[in-house]
């Protein structure tokens, strides 16, 4: 499958039924707060993202209950794969340095974040 970038407000619709793992339009409207989207706008979306192919669906009743068709993870890695490609021409270590750099990182600092990264990955595999 040849993934998109999403919208904006896609991946925040993403995002939720990421979390939720499954979800009919009122459960996705429910994860909003403060100023909540229209109802037929969150519908219009979910029409797009199943397009895209991020989302399928199941009848229940009237209801329409969407399910990722994308796991997270995948979205991510092409992401990070695009960011490192677009800007930093696919070196993780220009991308590693850009972010020292912007954040006043010493050497010390950097490892502190790559064993920190190195036990997020052990945690994932063990799910996995």
């Known amino acids: 499958m040849d993934l998109k970038s999403l919208t904006k407000a896609e991946e925040q619709i993403m995002q939720i039924i990421w979390k939720l793992r499954e979800a009919i339009v009122k459960d996705i409207l429910a994860e909003f707060e403060g100023t909540k989207p229209a109802y037929t706008t969150i519908a219009t979306v ?3 993202l199943e397009k895209k192919g991020f ?3 199941r009848k229940i009743g ?3 209950l969407f399910t ?4 997270k993870a995948e979205y991510t890695k ?3 794969t695009s960011l490192l490609g677009n800007y930093f021409g696919g070196s993780f270590p220009k991308l ?3 972010f020292a750099k912007e954040n006043d990182m010493d050497i010390s600092d950097l490892e502190k974040v790559l064993k920190e990264a190195e ?4 945690k994932d595999q063990e799910k996995n």
Do not use: G
């Open 68 to 71: 990722p068709a994308i796991s």
């Open 55 to 57: 989302v399928s669906h």
């Open 46 to 48: 979910l029409t797009v």
């Open 78 to 80: 092409f992401q990070v």
């Open 96 to 98: 590693a340095s850009f």
């Open 119 to 122: 036990k997020e990955m052990k």
């Open 62 to 64: 009237n209801s329409k």
